[in-house]
């Protein structure tokens, strides 16, 4: 008979003996009928894992002085006061892990309470490395919450899988690098020389790519990209957003220009859930096309993008896909496919962390996305993920996420517990 004493301690995984065949199989049902079995009848790697969720909560907290900004029509002109929220999922043993909800244009408020609702009563009770069964639960409740929900209980169990195991979380997900490159992604800027200018800056602080989210007026738009063109030189990449904003005629006539001046790729375009002029304009361009950020759906959404050649590449973060289990599946899936999952920016620095250990993980993608203004988008670590001299960014290396919450900051700024 076996005892995770026996074991070393804590072995929640990696399971430190090798399992016969049979046991490695054994069905799912078991975990959730662990009490019913004898210790001595159960899996190894059953009797290896006993931690349970004893709370879950989360703390808003007021981030105030955010430039005034837009991305574009879908976002408007937001600034100055929203709220984030620090998710903390607590276990029996003490680990703790987080995730932060909400963004500068979206309050944490508006997810938080159908967290709380519907989901902390899915995990409370339950072992927070049971990850995948965790992962299906909440799924089957998305129309009682939200994808963002549901993406920050999944980041803050895979913080705790790092913490006990020791280990950052792009080293259980399977580490595959320690740096990616990263692209400048613009705001929308009042002229064509603004973003010229912007590009030009980055270029010269040794940046290696910049993308523009543009007015929104085709006409302009091309304008804007040649601008920045003639700015930055031939051999510096960029990358247009098109945010949803064109008719087919438009998208085509955009993606025509940029093709032209060597753009490297084109994202959307067109309408979030329009696949079948995606193909359309796919079957005209050279340029790779960069769809599904917003499709609706979750995971298995991205099926018919793929096989109707709807799209280059997937697109998702941990936020708007449900989380960092989410978000590898994705990756595996376009990974089959040959094709790469860029990951788009979280929305607040915490999710980023988690974008940026799955970028890690995988090597079908080539950016990390910074989203610019600083002041929108970074807030709550002592000390964020920055952008080296060469253009680059690198993995974190504590336990988890690995990331160090300013958790005086948030003590502060404190508006309400939700639990
Ligand atoms: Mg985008």
Known sequence: MLHAALLGGRVGFPVARPLTPSVAVLPIELVGSRAEVSPEDRPVWSRCVHMKITDVDLTLFAWEGIPPTTYGKHTGKFGGRSHLGLLTITTDDGIRGHAFLGSAMRG??????????ALKPVVLGQDPLD??????????????????????VDVALWDIAGKVAGQPIHRLLGAYRESVPAYASSAVLPSAPAYA??????????WLAYKI???????????????????????????????????YPEALRVGKAIEELGYHWYEDPLADDDLYTYVKLKQQLHIPILATEYSPGGFTAFAPWITAHATDFLRGDVAVKAGITS??????????????????HGGNSLNNVANLHVIMAIKNCEFFEVLLPAGAQKYGLVEDIEV?????VHAMGEPGLGAAIDFDLIERRKTAVLR
């Open 108 to 117: 944490a408020h508006l997810d938080g309470e159908s967290l709380i609702e």
């Open 131 to 152: 990850r995948e069964r965790h992962y299906r639960a909440m799924w089957q409740r998305n129309r009682a919450t939200t994808l963002r929900a549901i993406g920050a």
């Open 197 to 206: 200018e912007e590009a030009a800056k980055f270029k010269s602080q040794g």
């Open 213 to 247: 989210h543009p007015p929104t007026d085709p006409q302009l738009d091309i304008e804007v990209c040649r601008a920045v063109r003639k700015a930055v030189g031939d051999g510096f990449t960029l990358m247009l957003d098109g945010s949803w904003a064109y008719q």
């Open 327 to 344: 978000l590898v599946k994705t990756a595996h899936l376009a990974e089959a496919f040959h094709m790469n999952l860029e990951v788009h």
């Open 388 to 392: 080296d001299s060469n253009g680059l």
